[in-house]
Structure formats: structure tokens, C-alpha cells
């Protein structure tokens, strides 16, 4: 289950840094970007814990 959370992040900022050169698609650009850093402060949190 992490590493899927890691791919969706990782892919989520892809999108977001693809549109934002694109300037394509306004406010979903950063509803991307912030879901993409939520899932990646997860990924790290968890990932501490487990330690």
C-alpha cells in the first residue's frame, strides 16, 4: 500500500508539473499538487513509524 501512495504522488506531481507548464487547467493544477504533497507527507510519516 505505500509504495502505490509513493506511485500516486509521483505521478500526481508529474500531471501537475505537465499543466503547469501548460497553464491548462487552472485550479485543478494545484488541487493535484496539494494532493500529491499530502500523499508524499503520508508516505513519510508512515514510513518513520515503521522504523
Do not use: E
Amino acid at each position: 500500500m505505500g509504495n502505490l501512495l509513493y506511485i500516486v504522488a509521483v505521478i500526481l506531481i508529474i500531471l501537475w508539473l505537465i499543466g503547469f507548464i501548460g497553464y491548462s487547467a487552472g485550479g485543478l493544477i494545484h488541487i493535484l499538487l496539494v494532493i500529491a504533497i499530502i500523499a508524499i507527507l503520508l508516505r513519510l510519516i508512515s514510513g518513520r513509524r515503521a522504523v
